[in-house]
């Protein structure tokens, strides 16, 4: 399916409203036979994790904080349409969804599965890759942006530590629409507790402490700026403020990001252009940001240095063998009846009912490999 087609977004879109309405997610996505190591390799603030591996190869496993029933349900409820999205993203600047994976019979703590990426993040790689193009790897991040933009995606927390890098030095972007996770989680507090990161997050939401405010492609420009002033200079934004607290008062204030000068502890001085791009993300007035595709005008006008890297492709032999593992549990029988009570629950209209009625048959006809969306499984 052509997920950038009007008919696939279609699609797409209604995968996501059906799995959201009965509270469940693809059983063809669910892995079996996944081992991981006893500790965690990294805590996070509502997941952890895990190295583990899988018929040979080396995964990274998300473990989500999740021990109560209700709070599975909520949960997935909150956060199915972006592992749906996230399962039929295809891009080289976009980390790669293997499935999922229960760690107990009872399904009550679930892991999203990717590739292990040893390189680390982005922030990593540049301490021990201190020589590399970073203006290669910013161009990297808007090329993964533009593509989620383009499937009606905000990242929603943008910053180093959610950029990771492949073994040929490619930026890849990760945990993005997470944020919506973490508010499910946790309930929502703060900033911190809504899934971003304080010192990355455009003004506008920095209020936001019922978490009612979703990112936007705007937020995500103000976010990348933020990222590119890290990434050219080894320091974040508001590095001088000790405590989130202060940094949301500088937010409030109208404050911005300070142009590092000569002299600052900083790994590099920026040249005048990068400045002047990242200054033009940080409009206060949303509407006056620099969009992405000027963004990726002005990285490409300023680079002269060759990508000596390898030919990106989105052909991954380990995703293609993940694929087939999830196609060898899809040879489920339809229950076409309950199909179409789902269709009448999410509330599409007569036209809307006969036309996805008429799709979903034959595209689930055509291709068994998507029947374990609709089998009885489901209930």
């Known amino acids: 399916m052509d997920i950038l087609s009007k008919e696939g977004t279609r699609i797409l879109g209604l995968l996501c409203r059906l799995a959201k309405s009965a509270g469940v997610y693809p059983q063809c996505y669910t892995l079996k036979g996944v081992e ?9 603030g509502f997941a952890d994790v895990y190295k583990g591996t899988h018929k ?14 209700s709070n599975r349900t909520r949960v997935l409820s909150g956060c199915v349409r972006e592992m749906l999205m996230w399962a039929h993203l295809s891009h080289v600047n976009i980390l790669p969804f293997y499935g999922i994976f229960c760690l107990d019979e009872g399904a009550r ?19 021990h890759h201190p020589h590399t193009s970073r203006t290669l790897l910013v161009q990297d991040v808007i090329e993964g942006l533009l593509y989620l933009h383009q499937m009606s995606i905000a990242h929603g927390d943008l910053k180093t530590n959610n950029v990771l890098v492949s073994d040929d030095g490619r930026a890849l972007l990760a945990d993005f629409g997470l944020s919506t996770l973490a508010m499910t989680t946790a309930g929502v507090t703060s900033t911190a507790a809504a899934g971003r990161t304080t010192a990355f997050t455009a003004p506008e939401l920095i209020d936001d402490v019922d978490g009612d405010k979703p990112p936007t492609k705007e937020s995500d420009v103000w976010s990348f700026g933020c990222l590119c002033l890290e990434v050219f200079t080894g320091n974040p934004p508001f590095y001088r403020c000790r405590r989130d607290v202060h940094v949301m008062r500088a937010l409030q204030m109208g404050e911005k990001p300070n142009q590092p000068r000569v002299g600052d502890d900083v790994c590099s001085i920026l040249e005048d252009w990068v400045w002047d791009m990242m200054a033009e993300c940080w409009e206060t007035d949303p509407r006056e940001r620099s969009t992405l595709m000027q963004i990726r005008h002005v990285l490409v006008a300023n680079t002269s240095q060759f990508d000596q890297r390898p030919k990106a492709t989105v052909k991954d032999m380990d995703r293609l063998a993940f694929l087939e593992d999830m196609g060898a549990q899809s040879r489920t029988e339809v229950d076409y009846q309950l199909v179409e009570q789902l269709i009448r629950d999410v509330g599409t209209d007569p036209y809307e009912f006969e036309w996805t009625t008429y799709v979903f048959r034959s595209f689930i006809a055509d291709k068994p490999d998507h029947s374990a969306m609709f089998s009885r499984r489901y209930t």
């Not at 500790?39 to 996070?44: A, I, L, S, T, V």
């Open 56 to 69: 040979g190869r080396t995964i990274c496993l998300k473990v989500f904080r999740i021990y109560q029933q």
């Open 36 to 44: 991981k190591e006893k500790d965690p390799f990294q805590g996070g």
């Open 109 to 127: 703590r679930l892991c999203l599965v990717s590739p292990w990426m040893k390189e680390g993040n982005l922030g990593e790689y540049l301490e």
